[in-house]
Nanobody
Framework: QVQVVESGGGLVQAGGSLRLSCAVS????????VGWFRQVPGKEREYVAS????????YYSDFVKGRFTISRDNTKNTVSLQMNSLKPDDTAVYYC??????????????????WGQGTQVTVSS
């Protein structure tokens, strides 16, 4: 059984930085694309960023492009999300997830199968 565990959330002032980490266990990590989503109460879960199995391709939503960087270390089975220039609108629970084999729509939650429990990120103004 694949397990996904996020860490690194917290409270930060606007303009600050946080680094989220995602540890994946129980499977062959290098065969999974990995994504980050976020969600606020009352809204749908939204795509943030994703990275290919080898880490040679990365993708970002328009609202984080240029501020967030996703990376992975296949020797440690981890994925990181470096978040800079944070804004109050970035406040959400952030989820790490593994992509289903063959799934094409990387921005859709339905393309992902294993999810962590999420980590809260709060950006104060």
């Amino acid at each position: 059984q694949v397990q996904v565990v996020e860490s690194g959330g917290g409270l930060v002032q606007a303009g600050g930085s946080l680094r989220l980490s995602c540890a994946v266990s129980g499977g062959t990590f290098s065969t999974y694309g990995v994504g980050w989503f976020r969600q606020v109460p009352g809204k749908e879960r939204e795509y943030v960023a994703s990275i290919s199995r080898k880490g040679d391709s990365t993708y970002y939503s328009d609202f984080v492009k240029g501020r967030f960087t996703i990376s992975r270390d296949n020797t440690k089975n981890t994925v990181s999300l470096q978040m800079n220039s944070l804004k109050p609108d970035d406040t959400a629970v952030y989820y790490c997830t593994t992509r289903r084999p063959g799934a094409q729509i990387i921005t859709s939650p339905s393309s992902y199968n294993y999810w962590g429990q999420g980590t809260q990120v709060t950006v104060s103004s």
